[in-house]
């Protein structure tokens, strides 16, 4: 097993969600290689918190909403939702291996299946430790016009780090943000100037989405 995902689902469990002993913690893994799904039950496990898996296909997921019907989400919902309630943490690991694998799902079965399972989303973001993590493929590689190995390292190495570290110039810049009223930005063929005035700014530190590091307006 690569020792990377040792290193990375120990992140996962200790900053990212402070696993406490018998939290009962989800892991929703989308097309992810069996021995990371693996390496985060164990580290699970050695927080003293208890591991549940759900395993999921893009493809077989596609499938299920391009010929959903309003009583299958419906029913969905109603134990998907039982079960997400019972969870104190919720770890998703998401890759695929088409990231345009939902480009030609019609647009209403999209949105009945996301306005019916929402509570759940809502639930799991409110009420739960939760952190999503992106799963780096050979298609995100292609995306990024890099090999599939080096851009596997790119994103080790950013998701691997201590994020804790980032802290401090993190809320530096959190600050000024809030209390900036414009942002230059100039440089060869720039030249832009927006307001922040009254806008919100959050730090994001590796706490609810891997690889992270952003400070964002809102």
């Known amino acids: 097993m690569d020792s990377r995902y040792h290193s990375l689902a120990k992140n996962l469990v200790t ?17 992810v290689p069996e021995d990371m ?23 077989i997921g596609r499938e299920s909403i391009l010929g ?12 998907e939702m039982e079960r997400m ?3 104190d943490a919720y770890i998703a690991l998401r890759g695929s291996l088409n990231v345009f694998e939902n480009s ?13 399972l929402k509570p759940v989303l809502d639930w799991r973001v409110k009420k739960t430790k939760w952190c999503v993590l992106r799963w780096p493929t ?11 190995e080096a851009f596997r390292d790119f994103f080790f190495d950013a998701c691997c780090m201590d994020y804790s570290r980032m802290v401090p110039g993190m809320s530096a810049l959190e600050k000024r943000m809030r209390e900036a009223d414009e942002v230059k930005i100039k440089g060869p063929g720039t030249d832009l100037a927006f307001s922040l005035k009254g806008i919100e700014a959050v730090a994001c530190g590796g706490t609810h989405n891997i690889p992270d590091g952003e400070v964002f307006s809102c």
């Not at 990212?16 to 009962?24: I, R």
């Not at 030609?104 to 306005?115: F, G, H, I, T």
């Not at 050979?138 to 599939?148: D, R």
Request: aromatic share 6%.
């Open 68 to 79: 959903g019907i309003e009583e299958q989400f419906e029913t969905t919902l109603a134990w």
């Open 15 to 31: 900053h990212s969600t402070e696993l406490k002993k018998g939290e009962k913690t989800l892991i929703h893994a989308f097309d």
């Open 104 to 116: 030609d799902l019609p647009q209403e079965n999209m949105k009945k299946a996301l306005r019916i």
């Open 37 to 59: 799904t693996l390496a985060l039950v164990r580290a699970v496990r050695d927080r003293g918190a208890i591991p549940f898996v759900q395993l999921e296909n893009s493809r």
């Open 85 to 87: 309630k019972a969870m």
């Open 138 to 148: 050979p298609s995100m590689a292609q995306q990024a016009k890099m090999s599939t």
